[in-house]
């Protein structure tokens, strides 16, 4: 593996709300090399936006990153940084694009406007030079017309036009390092397929990294090098994509496969994975998942699963890995009993 | 429905613009009025020709407004007084919402305890009437200075604005564009300036429309008291208190004065609300279809 750009280590993000805290991630670690495309996967609530926004250190009260933690970009410690030189990475050497791009957009200026801000904000560019760049920005994403398409205000422009100009905003300084938080969930399908393929074409024609966002394994297997499975504000599987989609390890990996549509296989019904994701403040002791899972035994609920490794650049955080021979019976999860008797 | 919520946003937007249009036609005309005021003053406005001989002149086509007890022209006197009453509501106008508009971005971005501290003081400011606070502080001076009016007027009225201000960056700095707008780097006072407040202009302006009507009136009473506008130079108030001893005997002195501030500042409210109604999001029918697809 190549040098890695950015190192979380041990990444912990608290939420301290009058007493409670919720731990919303809780002990993250994985890296992104120079290039590669890695996918940080997981349902609502499994923390993958709070390791996202920690990263840029973008946290608002009463979040906190916790001592211990770290975060090493291009070699260096970012929790140890001042204020002035996060923002001095943001957005240059870190961008990120966000979810909605009709609400990551300021309605009152024009979206030429907002590109060439990035550029202002980080180089002694004139309005003139800023402005050329934006424009060269946006015929890069594929617009056509980008001079005059420059001049619209966001609300003139389509779904898909306004994530080309978030695309656009967060590349026009080539950082080293894209961060996509769900970047296609509030488009149409069609159009997520050419937002996907733009994304991928710029990822190579600028060298950069990205590390995706996402609850689609669809979109992991389309573009990611390597996935990162998140649940309860912890990795649970971690592999390269192939590994993950051949052999997934850990029943939650496993349990999302399987409430994804598949064209090779007929079945009638997508199986779903009962329960939901147990709140932040109060994780349950033992394995976190063990009340939706069809494995779980005692030794679940005894003792919190260390990251295992399964295989080659293959971890993941189950106690199956140490009893294969439990996968033989499965049974009904708890969580499904609970919800039949309601 | 395309067609439908195209044919109702002109037919609205036509509504809005032939209201703003007349009021702000009117306060344009007394504008350039005041402007050319040496251009279209029929007489000197502070010459006394015959104080004994033309001491209230009924209107008459020498003097479509008559003159006063000193002989002068009432007309050419509302022509120069507008000059006096427009520029120190203008000016005092500009003054309180630079004031108010920092004040309240700076409460609403900033938040917790100092907007809570910044807020309460205006709490405290709007709880005291602002002519009695006006009549106190002026009381102070005997024969103030006009720009020292001016100043006195716009310290005292920005609170209400403050607070406009504030709630609305209370709200849009939690916009996923702001967190966008960290996201690339940007200070926060470069938040502030160049995301957050071009969103709250539209507020601004109709603010400081509806403002200049309200000082208009808030000067007039004042120069009315003897408290405001000192001669020699006049604004209509001061004019209305010319006439005021002899209402009875020679009426236009005051009136014609008087029929000015209400129609300036009806027509700033006028085009106050008609500026309010074409930026209210509610209103536009067009924009907000748009939004939804």
């Known amino acids: 593996m190549s040098e890695s750009l950015l190192r979380v280590n041990d990444l912990r993000t608290y939420f301290h709300d009058a007493g409670a805290i919720a731990r919303a991630v809780d002990g993250v670690s994985f890296d992104v090399a120079r290039g590669e495309t890695v996918a940080v996967v997981g349902e609502s609530g499994s923390g993958k936006s709070v390791t996202a926004l920690s990263i840029l250190r973008l946290i608002r009260n009463p979040g906190r990153i916790e001592a211990g933690s770290s975060i090493l970009f291009e070699g260096r410690e970012m929790l140890g940084l001042s204020e002035k030189e996060m923002r001095d990475i943001r957005g240059n050497r870190i961008a990120m694009i966000f979810q909605e791009p009709m609400s990551a957009l300021n309605p009152v200026l024009t979206v030429g406007e907002q590109i060439a801000e990035v550029v202002r904000v980080h180089t002694d560019a004139s309005r003139h030079e800023a402005w050329e760049r934006a424009v060269e920005m946006l015929a890069l994403t594929g617009m056509s017309d980008p001079r005059e398409r420059a001049t619209a205000y966001p609300h003139e422009m389509s779904g898909g036009m306004r994530q080309r100009v978030m695309i656009a905003m967060a590349l026009v300084l080539r950082p080293a390092l894209l961060i996509a938080d769900e970047p296609t969930t509030a488009l149409d399908v069609t159009i997520q397929a050419q937002i996907l393929e733009l994304l991928q074409k710029l990822q190579e024609q600028l060298g950069m990294a990205v590390l995706l966002i996402t609850h689609d394994l669809g979109v992991v297997a389309e573009v990611a090098d390597r996935v990162v499975v998140m649940y309860g504000g912890e990795v649970v599987e971690r592999a390269t994509v192939t590994e993950l989609f051949d052999s997934p390890q850990h029943p939650y990996t496993e349990g999302l496969m399987n409430a994804m549509p598949r064209l090779d296989q007929k079945t009638a019904r997508l199986t779903t994975i009962p329960g939901i994701v147990p709140p932040s403040t109060s994780w349950p002791g033992g394995c976190r998942f063990r009340d939706r899972c069809a494995y779980a035994w005692e030794r679940c609920e005894m003792e919190h699963p260390p990251l295992y490794a399964v295989g080659e650049n293959h971890e993941s955080r189950c106690h199956l890995a140490i009893e294969p021979d439990r996968r033989q019976s499965p049974h009904e999860p708890l969580a499904a009993r609970a919800g039949a008797h309601q | ?178 967190a966008a707008a960290r996201a690339v780097g940007a200070s926060s006072p470069r938040i502030l300036i160049r995301h957050i407040l071009p969103n709250v202009v539209p507020t601004i302006i109709v603010a400081a ?73 509610r209103h536009t029918t067009g924009a907000m279809a748009e939004l939804d697809s």
């Open chain 2, 1 to 178: 429905m395309a067609a439908e919520s195209i044919g109702t946003s002109t037919h609205w937007t036509r509504h809005v613009v032939r209201h703003a249009g007349f009021a702000g036609g009117v306060l344009a005309l007394i504008v350039v009025v005041a402007l050319l005021a040496p251009l279209i003053s029929p007489y000197d406005p502070i010459a006394q020709p015959d104080i004994i001989g033309l001491k209230n002149a009924a209107p008459s086509f020498v003097h479509p407004f008559g003159t006063d007890s000193f002989s002068r022209d009432v007309l050419s006197r509302c022509i120069y007084g507008a000059r006096v009453s427009l520029s120190v509501a203008g000016l005092a106008t500009v003054i309180a919402v630079t004031l108010g508009t920092l004040y309240g971005a700076i409460a609403g971005y900033a938040g917790g305890v100092i907007d809570a501290v910044m807020m309460r003081f205006v709490d405290a400011a709007l709880a005291i009437p602002r002519v009695l606070l006006l009549i106190a502080i002026l009381a102070l001076w005997n024969g103030l200075p006009l720009w020292l009016l001016v100043v006195v007027l716009g310290v005292t009225g920005w609170f209400g604005l403050s607070r406009m201000v504030r709630a609305q960056v209370l709200s849009l700095r939690e916009l996923d564009f702001v």
């Open chain 2, 209 to 281: 429309t509806l403002g200049i009507g309200h000082v208009i009136i808030l000067e007039a009473g004042l120069s009315y008291l003897g408290l405001g506008v000192q001669p020699p130079s006049a604004s209509w108030g001061s004019i209305i208190q010319d006439g005021a001893d002899q209402v009875g005997s020679a009426w236009w002195i005051s009136l014609f004065p008087g029929l000015l501030i209400v129609t300036t500042a009806i027509a700033c409210n006028a085009l106050g609300d008609a500026l309010h109604a074409a930026f209210d999001p």
